[in-house]
């Protein structure tokens, strides 16, 4: 049932939650011919998967003298064979202010210039996931969701939080951790409901104590720090976004979990193949509509037998025994990779489809590979945005990398007419 019959048909009694019998004046016929029913069409997703640091390119890419179809996989890609046509690998784009090597996620939603803002020698815009977040987020309980890790020392992600920057350029947290991003979907809020009420009054009386300050003085400041209090303000608005968003689903039970809680001392091949499986889980039951996760790598190496760190595995150089590692990574990601494949056309919607054809989901990295910032590692997959599928389709030189998530964001029916400094969409990838 729809989020909106629960809202609707429950009664609401001492901070509890009885559900009314399944009434035909709500739409429900109990002995419906099959000719009568309605069958609801599936909500659009957007995902963005990111491994930090970059690929083995000599083994990740295929050639580019060898387009379309019939490409060869190359042997990074092996695992993914069963569905090499269900994704298309996508060469030649780049962020045009890039400067960073060691930073795979930083910019890799936004493609912002880091000095955009005088004065500060780091600035960021709002980040793709978060573009449809902002036109999705008012279906679901979840905005979105930012999956992320802790294990960020030496993974190539480069400053941030989550994949996520809001619309300040400001970092959003994540879940770190599968047990986390369980419990926050699925288990039961144990305060009563007055006493999550009277939280939520708590922290929106704090909120107008410090808007009031805020204002006596801004009266005093001058124009550059008028604009810092503007900035600060605009945070302040958010979070009472967030808290009237609370407020509004906290009488709605949370979704009834898909999968067991996980174990809470996953990591290696286990954390990433169990985030998965928590990602489609948000996505299957409607938690969210726009999803991203910055996978570990250090615990991710740690967990395939190799004590070499990220960075020192990047930098490989050509026999090495890091080349050796990269190659080994390179492998045990496409592995995972196939298995969310499999994960996403095994989960079937209301009307027959399965989640695969609703869904468009990039998985990649600001980074190619040691210290390559041009053409960026990216692999699109899905039915949602109405991509060319089973392509290895090869772009002009430095296509802005913007130019894909802007026809990702219009595929899924996201109405915005550019993202960061893209030029346009790219009409290659449409059907």
């Not at 890609?77 to 962020?95: D, E, I, V, W």
Request: charged share 20%; hydrophobic share 35%.
């Amino acid at each position: 049932m729809s989020s909106s019959f629960n809202r609707r048909y429950f009664l609401r009694g001492s901070g509890a939650l009885i559900a009314l019998p399944l009434l035909e004046s709500a739409g429900f016929k109990p002995f419906a011919s099959a000719a009568e029913k309605k069958i609801a069409t599936p909500p659009k997703r957007l995902a963005f998967l990111s491994m930090g640091f970059g690929v083995t390119q000599e083994t990740w890419y295929p050639s580019k003298k060898d387009t379309g179809l019939n490409y060869k996989l190359p042997k990074g890609l092996a695992p993914l064979a069963r569905h090499k046509k269900n994704f298309t690998f996508l060469q030649g784009c780049k962020h045009k202010h890039s400067r960073q090597a060691h930073w795979g996620s930083t910019y890799w939603l936004t493609g912002a210039n880091q000095y955009g803002t005088p004065g500060q020698s780091f600035s960021n815009t709002i980040s793709a996931d978060q573009v449809a977040a902002a036109q999705f987020g008012k279906h679901t309980r979840y905005s979105s969701i930012q999956l992320s890790t802790d294990d960020t020392k030496g993974s190539g992600h480069g400053p941030g939080l989550s994949l996520a920057w809001d619309q300040n350029g400001k970092p959003v947290s994540g879940w770190n951790s599968p047990l986390q991003a369980y419990h926050n979907l699925f288990s039961a809020d144990k305060l009563p409901i007055e006493q999550r009420k009277a939280l939520l009054a708590e922290k929106r009386s704090i909120l107008d104590s410090v808007n009031i300050e805020a204002n006596d003085i801004k009266r005093s400041l001058n124009k550059s720090d008028q604009e810092k209090i503007d900035e600060y303000f605009q945070g302040i608005r958010d979070i009472e976004t967030r808290l009237s968003k609370t407020e509004s689903w906290m009488n709605v039970p949370k979704a009834k979990a898909p999968l067991g809680a996980p174990s809470n001392k996953l990591d290696g091949v286990a954390e990433i193949e169990t985030m998965y499986k928590i990602l489609v889980a948000a996505l299957q039951t409607d938690s969210t509509r726009v999803i991203t996760y910055r996978q570990p790598l250090g615990r991710f190496l740690a967990g395939l037998g190799y004590s070499s760190n990220g960075h020192g595995m990047s930098h490989y150089a050509p026999g090495s025994s890091n080349e050796a590692i990269s190659k080994a990574r390179d492998l045990a990601q496409s592995k995972l990779l196939a298995g969310l494949i499999d994960q996403l056309k095994a989960t079937k919607e209301v009307d027959g489809s399965t989640l695969f054809d609703n869904i468009a989901l990039a998985f990649g990295s600001n980074i190619r590979s040691i210290h390559y910032l041009d053409n960026c590692p990216t692999i699109l997959i899905g039915g949602a945005a109405n991509f060319k599928l089973g392509h290895n389709m090869v772009l002009k030189d430095d296509t802005p990398l913007n130019n894909v998530w802007l026809t990702m964001l219009q595929g899924v029916g996201v109405n915005v007419k550019s993202h960061g400094d893209s030029t346009g969409i790219v009409e290659e990838l449409q059907a």
